[in-house]
């Protein structure tokens, strides 16, 4: 009797060993092919030096969001408005945003038209980084434009941003740099095909700080097809404690452009801030004659002040006329 249990025990603590082995193995394996889709992103954004195109964006959000966001503003500033001023607000109209874009780094010119859908005015204008610190920004109707510190004026334009857009719900950031970031921790939750690209599931819990609300933290679930560039093809964000309370969602389209590089040729974005079922805020994203890794003249990110009269340097709070010669900038 004694000899079956010491058999048995025998058995018990192979099949133990054999388990615990398996385990640790099975997470050597998912551990390993996490740095392997780390690493192909990092790889396929290095592969981009420059890229051009154009775009539009279709922007538009809910009649019951822009609602409340209404009624909330006339709150706070009903002691401000005089009577029988109409409040807009360009965040809450339809527009459609149209225009041209060349990336470099930190470098970049984006030209664009913006129509809003109430009453079809058209605005237009031109942002050029040349340094990643002075943006110029012309007003091409208005006449004049703005030398300014280009973090703070690219904040309002992260939404129109076609660099952005596809991973507005990774807060503004590049793939790679979310996924590294020492703030965000990451699961490889699986594998699943979506419209014919076999895709990785990776999950993240990203931390991050709020104005005025301090820590928050959000997961993100991203599907990640490695043989289109490891780019995105899909992606959720959602409440930390309700993975059914939904706050955004994209939708990819991906082309290869040449040789092996992909980028995004439709984006489709919805937020839910009010937890309903159809989407608050909706965006469409379209690139067409998208070039990657041109060679480009020293020109490519220089503005063409002829085109305004008047440039507001913000930084020395001065005012210049563009038919007199401009001091230079430090």
């Known amino acids: 009797m004694k000899r079956v249990w010491k058999y048995t025990l025998i058995i018990i603590l192979v099949i133990g060993f054999n388990f615990c082995t398996s385990m640790l193995k099975a997470e050597d394996a998912e551990s390993d092919l996490l740095n392997f889709v780390k690493a192909g992103v990092r790889n396929s954004e290095d592969l981009i030096n420059n890229?051009?195109?154009?775009?539009?964006?279709?922007?538009?959000?809910?009649?019951?969001?822009?609602?409340?966001?209404?009624?909330?503003?006339?709150?706070?500033?009903?002691?401000?408005?005089?009577?029988?001023?109409?409040?807009?607000?360009?965040?809450?109209?339809?527009?459609?945003?149209?225009?041209?874009?060349?990336?470099?780094?930190?470098?970049?010119?984006?030209?664009?038209?913006?129509?809003?859908?109430?009453?079809?005015?058209?605005?237009?204008?031109?942002?050029?980084?040349?340094?990643?610190?002075i943006l110029t920004e012309l007003k091409l109707k208005e006449n004049h434009g703005y030398l300014s510190n280009s973090i703070n004026a690219r904040r309002a334009d992260l939404m129109f941003d076609p660099r952005n857009f596809p991973l507005l719900f990774l807060d503004g950031k590049s793939l790679s740099s979310a996924l590294m970031d020492t703030n965000t921790t990451c699961v490889l939750t699986g594998s699943e095909e979506i419209q014919g690209a076999m895709c990785h599931v990776i999950e993240m819990l990203m931390t991050f700080e709020t104005p005025g609300e301090g820590q928050k933290q959000v997961k993100r679930k991203c599907w990640i097809a490695p043989d289109k560039g490891f780019l995105i093809k899909k992606g959720i964000s959602f409440q930390v404690d309700a993975p059914d309370k939904i706050f955004s969602t994209v939708e990819c389209n991906l082309k290869e452009i040449a040789g092996g590089l992909w980028y995004y040729s439709d984006v489709t974005f919805q937020s839910f801030p009010m937890s309903t079922q159809e989407p608050d805020v909706f965006a469409a994203l379209g690139l067409s004659d998208i070039v990657i890794n041109q060679d480009l003249g020293d020109e490519a990110f220089v503005a063409d002040i002829s085109k305004v009269q008047t440039i507001y340097d913000t930084i020395a709070e001065i005012q210049y006329n563009t038919k007199t010669p401009l001091p230079e900038v430090e």
Do not use: C, M
């Not at 209404?70 to 149209?98: D, F, M, W, Y």
């Not at 109430?118 to 050029?128: H, K, L, T």
């Open 51 to 133: 890229i051009s195109f154009n775009y539009f964006v279709d922007y538009d959000v809910s009649s019951r969001w822009r609602e409340v966001k209404l009624a909330e503003i006339q709150e706070r500033n009903s002691s401000k408005l005089p009577s029988g001023i109409e409040l807009r607000v360009p965040t809450l109209e339809h527009k459609l945003h149209t225009g041209s874009a060349l990336f470099e780094g930190s470098k970049f010119n984006i030209k664009r038209k913006q129509i809003s859908s109430s009453d079809q005015e058209i605005f237009e204008d031109e942002i050029v980084v040349s340094d990643g610190l």
